[in-house]
């Protein structure tokens, strides 16, 4: 979901609205308008619990629904963009633009933005992390993660109608997805190609496209489909090396002691190789548990990676902060265990389709394809 809201028509973007005399919204391919009375939502993506059209109908400048969406609202003379309650996209502010592929000062996810028909820009700050406020045991924690991923699966398959794609990698993200798509539908496709068709946006942008890292690794095809995508898994499932160094401090061991203990875990040879230092800030914030969390999830909520590309959507059930906040009331056992052998992605594929567990590569990022010869 591409864009440049800009005073003129860029020939990089394949399509144009006009949103108010003068700002023009240029956009990849896959944005919907809708009218509605005095109001005219400009949208891209999906919601887990609405579709497109009942999204934009009740679409609010606040976010309040979960999915990967944005939309640009056009409403009394005023501009706002807003989007699903973890924002999925970076958003860039430029002397006179406002873009998620130009590069500028940086809108951090909890900022929303208001654009007065003079340009000029006005920002209002949300909470975007509704805490929880119970404390589960560990086992309850699998659970309440296994009942997020039910709903969102439920939920976002029920409405959705375009065909399903996904690309098995041999890791552990995609795997897990796969067991829970194999538990609602069987009516998907299994791709085992990369695929990339030169659109007109692809081709214009190609190298500003790759200077995310996430999007050196991507498919597009032509025509409307969703790939179901491990996006946002090492991070919310707490599998982030930064991040799991910083929850280990806090338990009073690191990822490489961690490691060192477990030769034969799923993340063994790729934290092997991993110098984490943390800064002297860091290590204050995990002194405690309220900074150890507050410090975690705010640089997950600003961690993004597959948005959505011309006609082709991404669906990430992963990119959802309660799966972590559920995660950092764990136990520091579970965290361990997490943190050298995926332990949680593991027990929710055995709560799924315990059999897919044979198709996991052996080693995180490590001989590609290995069990599936």
């Known amino acids: 979901m591409f864009f440049n809201i800009n005073k003129k028509s860029l020939k990089n973007y394949p399509v144009q609205y006009e949103l108010m005399p003068d700002i023009i919204l240029n956009c990849d391919q896959g944005w919907h308008r809708l009218r509605s009375d005095n109001v005219i939502v400009y949208s891209k993506g999906y919601c887990n619990t609405l579709d497109l059209q009942q999204l934009m109908a009740r679409v609010q400048p606040i976010p309040k629904f979960k999915g990967n969406f944005l939309a640009v609202v056009v409403q009394d003379d005023k501009i706002y963009i807003t989007h699903d309650t973890n924002r999925g996209t970076p958003i860039y502010l430029g002397n006179d633009y406002i873009s998620n592929l130009e590069k500028g000062e940086p809108v951090w996810a909890d900022c929303l933005l208001k654009i007065k028909s003079d340009f000029t820009v006005e920002k209002t700050y949300f909470e975007p992390c509704v805490p929880i406020d119970y404390n589960p045991s560990d086992e309850e924690i699998i659970e309440g993660i296994h009942k997020i991923l039910c709903e969102t699966f439920e939920n976002f398959l029920t409405h959705n109608t375009l065909p399903l794609k996904i690309f098995l990698s041999g890791g552990i993200d995609t795997m897990t997805l796969y067991s829970y798509l194999q538990q609602f539908t069987n009516n998907f496709e299994l791709v085992d190609y990369e695929y990339i068709k030169h659109t007109h946006f692809y081709k214009k942008n190609i190298t500003e496209l790759k200077k995310n890292w996430c999007y050196n690794q991507m498919h597009l095809w032509e025509d409307p489909c969703v790939l179901v995508s491990g996006a946002s898994g090492d991070e919310n499932m707490l599998r982030g090396p930064k991040t799991l160094e910083i929850a280990l401090t ?37 002194k405690s548990i309220k900074g150890m969390k507050k410090l975690i999830l705010n640089r997950n909520l600003n961690d993004f990676q597959h948005w959505h590309l011309d006609k082709t959507l991404t669906f990430t ?10 995660i950092l009331k764990g136990s520091k056992d579970l965290i361990q265990k997490q943190a050298a052998d995926a332990y949680i992605n593991k027990e929710l594929i055995k709560l799924t389709n315990s059999s897919n567990l044979k198709l996991i590569s052996n080693y995180k990022n490590f001989d590609t394809f290995e069990n599936f010869n």
């Open 250 to 286: 806090h338990h009073g061991t690191n990822l490489h002691e961690v490691c060192k203990r477990n030769p034969t875990g799923y993340h063994y040879k790729y934290f092997s190789k991993k110098d984490i230092q943390l800064t002297n800030n860091e290590l204050v914030c995990a």
């Open 317 to 326: 059930p992963f990119k959802d902060l309660d799966l972590l906040q559920l």
